[in-house]
């Protein structure tokens, strides 16, 4: 069974930095492009920032894009998310999220989710 | 990047009906479309990719069409359990962008 594990969510003042971690089992980490996914109090998903089974090739969101780092450890089956220069905007859900394709190139589609990890972002 | 436009926002049903959600994309993503249910507190579910293909376990009265930039989620026929927030979602380009999100809401 495929499962996905986030932490690292908490409470961090605007311009902060915060590291977010999603652990995997159930599945071969390495094969599957993987993302992160948020979702605002009350308001619809997006979409964050995507990583390929190597990590040699990563994707971001406008929104993100210079502030966050995705990256991954396939020793450690671990998805990373370093974000940096926060904001109160960045108050969000942040889901992890494997991709449905084992080639491993793109993310596609999101066949598995954690249950997320809440960051809060407060002046 | 891609706009997903999602219609209606919101909609009233009962048990039984069938419903149909559209989603439109601000340009052609050929089939590279998905669709997901999301209920309160939960994370979203893989319904429909590739515009049709039906996800393992996912109920056939599912079912998903279009391509280019017009698509459709159908659910024959509402049951209970289907009451939830359905989101398209283009894998066409980057970035990934979602539709805004439609409501399916008890009449």
């Known amino acids: 069974e495929v499962q996905l594990l986030e932490s690292g969510g908490a409470l961090v003042q605007p311009g902060g930095s915060l590291r977010l971690s999603c652990a995997a089992s159930g599945f071969t980490f390495s094969s599957y492009a993987m993302s992160w996914v948020r979702q605002a109090p009350g308001k619809g998903l997006e979409w964050v920032s995507g990583i390929r089974s190597s990590g040699g090739n990563t994707y971001y969101a406008d929104s993100v894009k210079g502030r966050f780092t995705i990256s991954r450890d396939n020793s450690k089956n671990t998805l990373f998310l370093q974000m940096s220069s926060l904001r109160v905007e960045d108050t969000a859900i942040f889901y992890c999220?494997?991709?449905?394709?084992?080639?491993?190139?793109?993310?596609?589609?999101?066949?598995?989710w954690g249950q997320g990890t809440l960051v809060t972002v407060f002046s | 990047d891609i706009q997903m436009t999602q219609s209606p926002s919101s909609v009233s049903a009962s048990v039984g009906d069938r419903v149909t959600i559209t989603c439109r994309a601000s340009q052609g993503i050929s089939s590279w479309l998905a669709w997901y249910q999301q209920k309160p507190g939960k994370a979203p579910k893989l319904l429909i990719y590739g515009a049709y293909s039906l996800q393992r376990g996912v109920p056939s009265r599912f079912s998903g069409s279009g391509s280019g930039t017009d698509f459709t989620l159908t659910i024959s026929s509402l049951q209970p359990e289907d009451f939830a927030t359905y989101y398209c979602?283009?894998?066409?380009?980057?970035?990934?962008?979602f539709g805004q999100g439609t409501k399916v809401e008890i009449k």
């Open positions: 979602q283009q894998a066409d380009s980057f970035p990934r962008t």
């Open positions: 999220a494997k991709d449905i394709d084992s080639s491993g190139y793109y993310p596609y589609y999101f066949d598995s």
